[in-house]
Protein backbone atom coordinates (compact mmCIF):
# COMPACT_ATOMS: atom_id res chain seq x y z
CA UNK A 1 0.00 0.00 0.00
CA UNK A 2 1.50 3.30 -1.38
CA UNK A 3 -1.03 5.51 0.47
CA UNK A 4 -0.46 7.52 3.71
CA UNK A 5 -0.27 6.39 6.38
CA UNK A 6 -0.63 6.91 9.81
CA UNK A 7 -0.09 6.25 13.38
CA UNK A 8 -1.72 5.45 15.79
CA UNK A 9 -5.10 5.10 14.39
CA UNK A 10 -6.63 6.20 18.10
CA UNK A 11 -5.47 7.26 21.14
CA UNK A 12 -6.68 7.84 24.51
CA UNK A 13 -4.77 9.87 27.17
CA UNK A 14 -5.72 11.50 30.28
CA UNK A 15 -5.61 15.48 30.33
CA UNK A 16 -2.14 16.78 30.80
CA UNK A 17 -0.20 14.49 28.91
CA UNK A 18 1.61 15.08 26.00
CA UNK A 19 1.04 12.81 22.61
CA UNK A 20 2.65 12.63 19.41
CA UNK A 21 1.00 10.83 16.34
CA UNK A 22 3.38 10.09 13.42
CA UNK A 23 2.55 10.56 9.58
CA UNK A 24 3.91 8.70 6.58
CA UNK A 25 3.36 10.56 3.05
CA UNK A 26 3.06 8.63 -0.40
CA UNK A 27 7.07 8.29 -0.69
CA UNK A 28 7.23 11.06 -3.71
CA UNK A 29 5.06 13.97 -2.20
CA UNK A 30 7.16 16.40 -1.02
CA UNK A 31 4.18 18.30 0.47
CA UNK A 32 2.91 17.26 3.66
CA UNK A 33 -0.13 18.63 5.68
CA UNK A 34 -1.66 18.20 9.29
CA UNK A 35 -5.66 19.05 9.98
CA UNK A 36 -7.70 18.64 12.67
CA UNK A 37 -11.55 17.93 12.33
CA UNK A 38 -14.20 17.23 14.32
CA UNK A 39 -17.61 16.13 14.04
CA UNK A 40 -19.49 17.84 11.46
CA UNK A 41 -17.03 20.25 10.67
CA UNK A 42 -14.51 20.37 7.73
CA UNK A 43 -11.25 19.52 8.22
CA UNK A 44 -9.19 22.96 9.67
CA UNK A 45 -5.82 23.38 8.61
CA UNK A 46 -2.96 23.51 11.26
CA UNK A 47 0.58 23.41 9.75
CA UNK A 48 2.04 22.56 6.22
CA UNK A 49 5.77 21.42 5.08
CA UNK A 50 7.33 21.97 2.12
CA UNK A 51 10.01 18.98 2.40
CA UNK A 52 11.66 19.39 5.85
CA UNK A 53 10.36 23.13 5.86
CA UNK A 54 7.54 24.29 7.94
CA UNK A 55 6.03 27.16 5.93
CA UNK A 56 3.01 28.11 7.29
CA UNK A 57 1.10 27.13 10.60
CA UNK A 58 -2.57 27.90 11.46
CA UNK A 59 -2.81 31.21 14.00
CA UNK A 60 -4.99 28.71 15.36
CA UNK A 61 -2.39 26.22 16.83
CA UNK A 62 -0.99 27.23 20.04
CA UNK A 63 2.41 26.60 21.33
CA UNK A 64 1.27 23.64 22.84
CA UNK A 65 1.11 22.34 19.30
CA UNK A 66 4.49 21.42 17.73
CA UNK A 67 5.44 19.25 14.26
CA UNK A 68 8.29 18.47 12.67
CA UNK A 69 9.41 16.68 9.60
CA UNK A 70 13.49 15.99 10.35
CA UNK A 71 14.19 14.40 7.14
CA UNK A 72 11.69 15.49 4.63
CA UNK A 73 9.85 12.39 4.78
CA UNK A 74 7.61 11.54 7.53
CA UNK A 75 6.37 13.90 10.54
CA UNK A 76 4.89 14.22 13.83
CA UNK A 77 2.80 16.17 15.27
CA UNK A 78 2.83 16.68 19.09
CA UNK A 79 0.60 18.04 21.51
CA UNK A 80 1.88 18.83 25.03
CA UNK A 81 -0.62 19.39 28.19
CA UNK A 82 -3.41 18.04 26.64
CA UNK A 83 -6.97 19.22 27.36
CA UNK A 84 -10.44 18.08 26.56
CA UNK A 85 -10.45 20.39 23.82
CA UNK A 86 -8.09 18.52 21.52
CA UNK A 87 -10.39 15.66 21.49
CA UNK A 88 -10.50 15.21 17.26
CA UNK A 89 -9.48 13.65 14.66
CA UNK A 90 -6.23 14.56 13.47
CA UNK A 91 -5.55 14.11 9.43
CA UNK A 92 -2.11 14.24 7.67
CA UNK A 93 -2.25 14.49 3.90
CA UNK A 94 0.47 14.52 1.15
CA UNK A 95 0.59 16.11 -1.72
CA UNK A 96 3.02 16.28 -5.09
CA UNK A 97 5.02 19.25 -7.31
CA UNK A 98 3.80 18.63 -10.70
CA UNK A 99 0.86 19.99 -12.52
CA UNK A 100 -1.22 18.45 -9.66
CA UNK A 101 0.57 19.85 -6.96
CA UNK A 102 -2.17 20.72 -5.24
CA UNK A 103 -4.68 17.90 -4.65
CA UNK A 104 -4.20 16.31 -1.41
CA UNK A 105 -4.21 12.70 -0.72
CA UNK A 106 -5.43 12.00 3.50
CA UNK A 107 -4.06 9.45 5.33
CA UNK A 108 -6.74 7.15 7.55
CA UNK A 109 -6.53 9.66 10.89
CA UNK A 110 -5.55 9.61 14.19
CA UNK A 111 -8.53 9.67 16.54
CA UNK A 112 -7.44 11.63 19.83
CA UNK A 113 -9.60 11.44 23.28
CA UNK A 114 -8.74 13.40 25.99
CA UNK A 115 -10.31 12.53 29.42
CA UNK B 1 -18.27 36.03 6.62
CA UNK B 2 -16.48 32.42 6.90
CA UNK B 3 -13.68 31.75 4.10
CA UNK B 4 -15.53 28.82 2.84
CA UNK B 5 -19.38 28.13 3.40
CA UNK B 6 -21.50 25.13 2.21
CA UNK B 7 -25.13 24.51 3.28
CA UNK B 8 -24.59 21.83 5.21
CA UNK B 9 -27.67 19.90 4.48
CA UNK B 10 -28.47 16.85 4.17
CA UNK B 11 -29.83 16.52 0.99
CA UNK B 12 -31.89 13.71 0.91
CA UNK B 13 -32.77 12.94 -2.84
CA UNK B 14 -34.31 9.41 -4.51
CA UNK B 15 -32.03 7.23 -6.33
CA UNK B 16 -31.79 8.01 -9.74
CA UNK B 17 -32.25 11.99 -8.76
CA UNK B 18 -30.23 14.94 -9.95
CA UNK B 19 -28.80 17.11 -7.08
CA UNK B 20 -26.00 20.02 -6.89
CA UNK B 21 -24.30 21.19 -4.17
CA UNK B 22 -22.48 24.97 -4.09
CA UNK B 23 -19.44 26.29 -1.83
CA UNK B 24 -18.91 29.75 -1.92
CA UNK B 25 -15.62 31.40 -1.08
CA UNK B 26 -14.92 34.95 0.41
CA UNK B 27 -11.10 35.50 -1.37
CA UNK B 28 -11.10 36.51 -4.89
CA UNK B 29 -7.50 36.15 -4.72
CA UNK B 30 -8.61 32.19 -4.49
CA UNK B 31 -6.93 29.88 -7.42
CA UNK B 32 -7.24 26.22 -6.94
CA UNK B 33 -10.58 24.60 -5.81
CA UNK B 34 -11.48 20.91 -5.75
CA UNK B 35 -14.26 18.66 -4.32
CA UNK B 36 -13.81 16.20 -1.53
CA UNK B 37 -16.14 12.89 -0.58
CA UNK B 38 -15.56 11.76 3.11
CA UNK B 39 -17.73 8.98 4.09
CA UNK B 40 -18.76 8.51 8.06
CA UNK B 41 -15.60 8.27 10.22
CA UNK B 42 -13.21 7.82 7.26
CA UNK B 43 -10.55 10.52 5.67
CA UNK B 44 -11.82 12.75 2.58
CA UNK B 45 -10.71 11.67 -0.16
CA UNK B 46 -10.89 13.65 -3.63
CA UNK B 47 -13.14 13.69 -6.11
CA UNK B 48 -12.10 16.36 -8.56
CA UNK B 49 -10.32 19.54 -9.05
CA UNK B 50 -12.38 22.15 -10.47
CA UNK B 51 -10.74 23.63 -13.56
CA UNK B 52 -11.96 27.43 -14.90
CA UNK B 53 -13.67 25.73 -17.88
CA UNK B 54 -15.67 23.57 -16.02
CA UNK B 55 -14.97 19.83 -15.90
CA UNK B 56 -16.96 16.52 -16.27
CA UNK B 57 -16.10 12.78 -14.66
CA UNK B 58 -19.05 10.46 -15.32
CA UNK B 59 -21.67 11.41 -13.54
CA UNK B 60 -20.24 14.62 -11.63
CA UNK B 61 -19.46 17.66 -13.29
CA UNK B 62 -17.99 21.05 -11.40
CA UNK B 63 -17.90 24.60 -12.30
CA UNK B 64 -16.45 27.61 -11.30
CA UNK B 65 -17.76 30.75 -11.03
CA UNK B 66 -15.28 33.80 -10.37
CA UNK B 67 -17.65 36.53 -10.46
CA UNK B 68 -20.09 35.52 -7.98
CA UNK B 69 -17.01 33.35 -6.31
CA UNK B 70 -18.74 30.03 -5.71
CA UNK B 71 -17.85 26.43 -7.09
CA UNK B 72 -20.82 23.71 -7.91
CA UNK B 73 -20.73 20.03 -8.17
CA UNK B 74 -23.78 18.04 -9.92
CA UNK B 75 -24.02 14.82 -9.35
CA UNK B 76 -26.51 13.01 -11.81
CA UNK B 77 -28.39 9.48 -11.80
CA UNK B 78 -28.06 9.51 -8.03
CA UNK B 79 -26.49 5.82 -6.86
CA UNK B 80 -27.06 5.07 -3.09
CA UNK B 81 -23.28 4.75 -2.91
CA UNK B 82 -23.24 8.16 -3.31
CA UNK B 83 -24.25 8.68 0.50
CA UNK B 84 -21.61 10.72 2.13
CA UNK B 85 -20.72 14.26 2.76
CA UNK B 86 -19.10 16.83 -0.11
CA UNK B 87 -16.59 18.94 1.09
CA UNK B 88 -15.18 21.75 -1.17
CA UNK B 89 -11.07 22.90 -0.62
CA UNK B 90 -10.22 26.60 -2.03
CA UNK B 91 -6.92 27.44 -1.77
CA UNK B 92 -5.82 30.84 -2.31
CA UNK B 93 -2.47 32.98 -3.84
CA UNK B 94 -0.74 35.65 -2.70
CA UNK B 95 2.33 34.16 -0.65
CA UNK B 96 0.95 31.78 1.77
CA UNK B 97 -0.67 28.58 0.63
CA UNK B 98 -3.56 27.12 3.14
CA UNK B 99 -6.08 25.10 1.98
CA UNK B 100 -9.44 26.08 3.62
CA UNK B 101 -11.79 23.44 3.52
CA UNK B 102 -15.85 24.19 4.15
CA UNK B 103 -18.02 22.18 6.24
CA UNK B 104 -18.97 20.16 3.91
CA UNK B 105 -22.68 18.85 2.61
CA UNK B 106 -24.71 15.37 3.66
CA UNK B 107 -25.93 13.82 0.76
CA UNK B 108 -28.41 10.75 1.30
CA UNK B 109 -29.47 9.09 -1.57
CA UNK B 110 -32.24 6.63 -0.72
CA UNK B 111 -34.14 3.90 -2.75
Known sequence: DTGVSQNPRHKITKRGQNVTFRCDPISEHNRLYWYRQTLGQGPEFLTYFQNEAQLEKSRLLSDRFSAERPKGSFSTLEIQRTEQGDSAMYLCASSGTSGRAYEQYFGPGTRLTVT | ?111
Open chain 2, 1 to 111: RKEVEQDPGPFNVPEGATVAFNCTYSNSASQSFFWYRQDCRKEPKLLMSVYSSGNEDGRFTAQLNRASQYISLLIRDSKLSDSATYLCVVIHSGGSYIPTFGRGTSLIVHP
